[in-house]
């Protein structure tokens, strides 16, 4: 199947050459048609299937058929959860409508910068606003655009939208779109919610799922490495160094904990950064185009990366501390194994976090061995139940803290400054 077939205009088929889809991915393949003809389309697609281009192309030949004198009305709206892909899908938006007829223009919004710089790329109007829910409504208050003339409507990653607390801003979203047009719904998993909202915004929707064909799934191998909480800094350095990873995104479950584990790394001569919501726009950005072009070996984020974010030919993803959410470990590892590369997937499960692994391998569909790497032994130990099987107290943080009873930032320096310090010492036959 090549995109001529797939009934796209001429001058956009050749675009995609120009930009390298040579064939179409099966999210492309399936969606672009539906989408051409008019329908609505609910697609379940993993991370990295090429879903952005699979709504933009088709949108953007809508856009050349409906394009009238030169006054601008916004057609497309495309929602998002996160400043970074609220980027990403812009950029491909843009690129793809670079050298089309009518200088299709393409607006992006997201919240954390000034909000004078958007609405002043709002006047004139805009063909497509690509922007995170928040930040649209504000614009919206501000009189920079109306949802009145949107004729198609883009959630994507709708289950992150629902996941990071987008439900009230969704529905006043929704209240103001025009009754008549076209949805495309796009997500990574389908819970309960998600669903709700698909059955509530969608009218007979064509149903694309590609998730789950193995043919079609990311070539990421997984790793499982046993180990005590406190030994993961130190293991994490020996693997980045006796494995010569070049490139890692390692996830950490808090934003102190990706300050002190890229600090920790930093000390041991692997360049690194950390990654995570309290950064500016600019230092977040600063971040990410150093990781791309090399500068920075390690970057060390929060979940708020697992999404949205491309970097071409990432080796290895690092779960430091795994995900609270066992649908997130998903998105996670599709960091890596893009565009047909294959990639590398390593957890670092402690005993106390064996139970939640347990339930992520239950989630994905598939066991990890489990394997300790010499001098990194376990030698923790967590609670079981009746059959053996390991489990964890009330209140257990799946990360291996108890929630609740969580030391202080001061404490955690103070005793990371001792381990270190003490390491330090070793390290010099134990010189001062």
């Known amino acids: 199947m090549s995109f001529a077939a797939l009934g796209l205009k001429a001058s956009l088929v050749r675009i995609a050459a120009d930009r390298g889809f040579e064939t179409p991915t099966p999210i492309q393949e399936a969606a672009i048609p539906a989408i051409l003809q008019g329908h609505d389309v609910l697609g379940l697609a993993q991370t990295g299937s090429g879903k952005t281009a699979a709504f933009a192309l088709p949108v953007l030949h809508h856009l050349l058929n409906e ?61 497509i606003v690509v922007a995170t829910p928040g930040r649209l409504l504000d614009l919206i208050d501000h009189n920079a655009l109306s ?23 969704l529905s006043q979203i929704l209240e103001m779109l025009p009754a008549q047009r076209q949805n495309l719904f796009f997500s990574a998993t389908f819970p309960e919610d998600v669903q709700e909202l698909a059955h509530t915004l ?28 406190d030994k993961r800094a130190q293991l994490l350095k020996t693997l980045i160094k006796q494995d010569q990873w070049s490139r890692v995104l390692v996830f950490a479950a808090t934003k102190y904990g990706t300050e002190l584990v890229a600090h920790k790394l930093h000390r041991a001569g692997i360049h690194s950064a950390a990654f995570h919501g309290d950064l500016s726009q600019g230092a977040r950005k600063q971040v990410l185009d150093a990781f791309k072009a090399g500068e920075l070996q390690v970057v060390v984020a929060t979940d708020v990366a697992a999404r949205g974010i ?113 390491h330090d010492a070793a390290n010099r036959g134990g010189r001062p």
Do not use: C
């Open 310 to 422: 491309h970097i071409a030919d990432l080796p290895v993803v690092v779960n430091f501390d795994l995900p609270r959410a066992p649908a997130d470990y998903i998105h996670r590892i599709g960091r890596t194994g893009r565009a047909g590369a294959s990639g590398l997937a390593v957890s670092f499960v402690t005993p106390q976090a064996e139970s939640h692994f347990r339930l992520i391998e239950n989630r994905q569909g598939q066991r990890v061995p489990r394997e300790q790497i010499p001098g990194f032994e376990p030698t923790d130990t967590a609670p079981v139940d009746e059959q053996g099987e390991p489990t964890g107290p009330k209140g257990l943080d799946p990360n291996g803290g108890i929630k609740g009873k969580r030391k202080s930032k001061k404490d955690k320096l103070r005793e990371a400054a001792a381990r270190d310090a003490a």
């Open 202 to 229: 969608l009218q007979d929707p064509v149903l694309i799922e590609v998730p789950d064909a193995p043919e079609h799934a990311p070539d990421i191998t997984q790793r499982a490495i046993e180990v005590d909480a």
């Open 67 to 127: 394009r009238q004198g030169p006054s601008r009305r916004l057609r497309v709206l495309v929602l998002v959860p996160t400043r970074e892909l609220a980027m990403q899908v812009g950029e491909v938006m843009r690129d793809l409508a670079h050298d089309l007829p009518g200088g299709i223009k393409t607006v992006v919004a997201f919240g954390g910068v000034s909000i004078n710089p958007q609405m002043m790329s709002l006047r004139g109007g805009a063909d």
């Open 147 to 169: 949802l009145t003339s949107v004729g198609a409507l883009v959630l994507d990653e709708a289950d992150r939208l629902l996941d990071m607390g987008f439900a009230d801003e």
